[in-house]
């Protein structure tokens, strides 16, 4: 029986807590408090200095162990780039993330957590790439396919509410991308990609250090021609950063990146078809093959100024600009040309302080945030069977955030930390229609709201390597622009009326919700070991209504489950690591009460082994895998449950390194995702058969 939300709850969280806190050794309570304000590191329990770190996951930095929340933090060495082809694919490991591929792997990435899917037209998380936001304001989503992992150091996670620190965009975490620079004395670095289905990648790296800092620039192409027919991905990026003192008290880094990338998606096939050809594309009613293809240039740039008044105050000034033009051929029922634009300016500025009170160690940042968001799309008819080419619908979209945040940390003993912050958002979207408007219903001109996000934590320090926290979190999700009024026209049936008509919703209501968490974690040198237990009461979840064909508020849900992870060093020559994910995401209320949210998984489940038999060289097995996915909101089309085996090794010779993959290593059929039709067929995403990749890198 679900757990009811509500004081019951957090009675039992400290309950534990407390219980917990009861067998606490001496020892904990000599802790440094020094320790505590360490950012996250890839040693987890080693600090690293302050200055290295750009983006500071829940605004105060703190090490994985004592940041009260599930965090992560993935350290990008020379066999981690090698092993993967997306930056969105690096998440796919963490627990309670779930990142799967649109079309082709080499492709642009969907990327679930706890159970939030948008309807395939927003993204949960945060993503920051150094510090620059690198969400699009219109619909929230990354373009993760030109985030090469190649040019990355540090990914650091939190997942758990954090709209008390980013807004809606942070409504089921944050993920903030660090750089990789090379080393001053090897300042290049070059790898090539090859592998299954003419894939082939190509990047390099340089860094330029002076007498006051450094400039890096990267350069690289990637391709793929995909499993499937009509799959080809293609991307270019260019990339130049630097970071550059201002004295003893200051330090300015900015980053200007360029990409293209076109990529063609099958879209999900029939059951029929999967039957006799997973690498089959989409069929209309007539059987005509259907095949969506974007073209994108996509601009990140980005300035950061951090200056250290005094010896307790920091002064965070970041302004940056975000851009996206496209050329999109979207084929859902029939050929439809789209032309988005895409503009975001953003600016925020954060003061950090450092205080006593009542003897103890107070920390408070407190900052302001802006940011505007422009879309300009175009519908159209895209070929001569639709008939002479006309304009289904057109017009302008606007969105205007502004947010005050205050979040602060407190020692009232040296083993026990309180954190609280708050967030105030006002959000503002607009829509000036244009020619050949196609809507469900007029839409409103301008819908606005204000949403408070507070946050109470609490953690506790058992020993020096074992801690527990306990959390409560407000959050919400604000529709978006594309949600609102910009989704893909689709033909309808002969038999539904025909014509066209939009999947937008302007009437959506903001999603908002509670989120109650109780965690341990335990980090030492040899084992990084952590539990997590959260409950998630939802208002006005915001889905795809298959009933009505269109993005709606599906009423009241509930997302609780429990996160478990441990990665075991056993020898200097193997190393273990497990997880498991249990998300019990249901509706409540209504016919489908109790049930399963279609699109997410109940059970997701990991477990790797690595061994080190030379010097220089890896092997790792690692077998994943998944049950109790439905496509309908009633339960009754369940996906078939699978579980996949990946072999990976690498080999480094002094400044050379290469790494080989085999994904799917047992050529397993089955699907990933899926959904119901407009005719109410079941359609179903297949993954790839056995594949392989090898790369090649060297420092020099």
Not at 192 to 197: E, I, L, N, P
Not at 317 to 326: C, E, H, I, P, R
Not at 467 to 490: E, I, Q, R, W
Request: a negative charge; aromatic letters at 10%; glycine letters at 10%.
């Amino acid at each position: 029986m679900p757990v009811k939300p509500g004081l019951s709850f957090v009675s039992a969280c400290l309950l534990i807590v407390l219980h917990l806190c009861s067998s606490v050794k001496a020892e904990g309570s000599d802790q440094d408090t020094a320790s505590k304000n360490d950012t996250l590191t890839a040693a987890f329990s080693q600090p690293i200095e302050l200055e290295g770190i750009i983006v500071r996951a829940s605004r105060i930095p703190l090490t994985v162990l004592r940041i009260p929340a599930a965090a992560t933090v993935v350290e990008l060495d020379s066999r981690t780039r090698s092993s993967v082809t997306t930056s969105g694919e690096l998440l796919s490991a963490v627990t309670g993330l779930r990142a799967y591929p649109a079309g082709n792997r080499w492709g642009q990435t969907n990327v679930d957590v706890r159970g939030f899917v948008g309807g395939g037209q927003a993204e949960y998380l945060r993503v920051t790439y150094d510090g620059i936001p690198v969400n699009r304001m219109a619909s929230g989503l990354v373009n993760w396919a030109v985030l090469d992992p190649a040019e990355l150091g540090r990914i650091e996670i939190v997942t758990g509410p954090a709209s008390a620190q980013y807004g809606d965009f942070g409504f089921g975490g944050m993920v903030a991308l660090s750089s990789f620079w090379p080393p001053s004395d090897r300042p290049a670095r070059f790898a090539v990609t090859f592998g299954s289905d003419n894939s082939a990648g190509l990047n390099g790296q340089w860094t330029r250090s002076f007498a006051k800092g450094r400039a890096g620039l990267s350069l690289s192409g990637r391709r793929s021609d995909g499993f499937r027919r009509h799959s080809r991905f293609e991307a270019q990026k260019a990339t130049l950063k630097f970071e550059r003192s201002l004295g003893a008290a200051g330090r300015l880094s900015g980053l200007a990146a360029y990409a293209h990338s076109e990529e063609e998606l099958p879209g999900a096939i029939t059951a029929d078809q999967l039957a006799v050809d997973r690498t089959d594309v989409a069929r209309d009613f007539a059987g005509v093959p259907l095949s969506d293809e974007s073209d994108y240039r996509d601009v990140i740039a980005g300035l950061t100024a951090d200056f250290s008044l005094g010896d307790d105050y920091e002064l965070r000034v970041q302004t940056y600009l975000t851009s996206s033009d496209g050329d999109k051929t979207m084929t859902l029922t029939a050929p439809v040309e789209a032309a988005p634009e895409l503009l975001t300016i953003g600016t925020e500025t954060s003061l950090g302080l450092t205080r006593r009170l009542l003897g103890r160690s107070l920390q408070l940042v407190t900052g302001w945030a802006y940011e505007y968001g422009r879309l300009a799309a175009k519908w159209s008819t895209a070929d001569e069977a639709s008939g002479p080419t006309f304009v289904i619908s057109s017009g302008t979209g606007k969105r205007a955030a502004a947010a005050w945040y205050v979040h602060s940390l407190y020692h009232p003993v040296e083993w026990v930390s309180l954190s609280l912050g708050s967030r105030v958002d006002y959000i503002r979207s607009e829509f000036e229609s244009g020619e050949g408007v196609v809507f469900r219903d007029a839409p409103d001109d301008r819908i606005e709201h204000t949403s408070i996000s507070p946050k109470v934590a609490v953690g506790f320090d058992l020993a020096p390597t074992a801690a527990v926290f306990a959390s409560v979190s407000g959050a919400f999700k604000s529709p978006t622009l594309l949600h609102l009024y910009d989704s893909p026209p689709y033909l309808r049936p002969s038999e539904f009326g025909g014509g066209y008509a939009i999947i937008s919703n302007s009437s959506l209501e903001p999603q908002k919700g509670v989120c109650y968490e109780l965690g341990v974690k335990l980090i030492d040198v040899a084992t990084r070991a952590s539990v997590t237990a959260y409950l998630f009461d939802i208002r006005n979840e915001i889905d795809f209504d298959y009933t009505s064909n269109a993005y709606d508020n599906i009423g009241r849900s509930r997302h609780q489950g429990v996160l478990l992870s441990l990665v075991r060093e056993l020898s200097a020559l193997i190393s273990i690591e497990a997880s498991l994910a249990v998300n019990a995401a249901v509706f409540r209320g209504g016919e489908n009460d109790g049930h399963q949210i279609n699109g997410v998984p109940r059970y997701r489940y990991l477990f790797g082994f690595t061994s080190e038999p030379l010097a220089d060289g890896f092997v790792t097995l690692r077998a994943e895998g998944q049950s109790e996915q439905y496509l309908d909101e009633a339960n009754e089309r369940e996906l078939d449950d699978f579980i996949t085996v990946t072999l990976t090794t690498g080999y480094q010779w002094r400044s050379f390194d290469i790494g080989a993959r085999v994904d799917n290593l047992f050529d397993r059929e089955y699907s990933h995702d899926g959904y119901v039709g407009l005719i109410g067929e079941s359609r179903f995403y297949p993954a790839m058969p056995r594949s392989v990749m090898v790369t090649l890198s060297a420092m020099l």
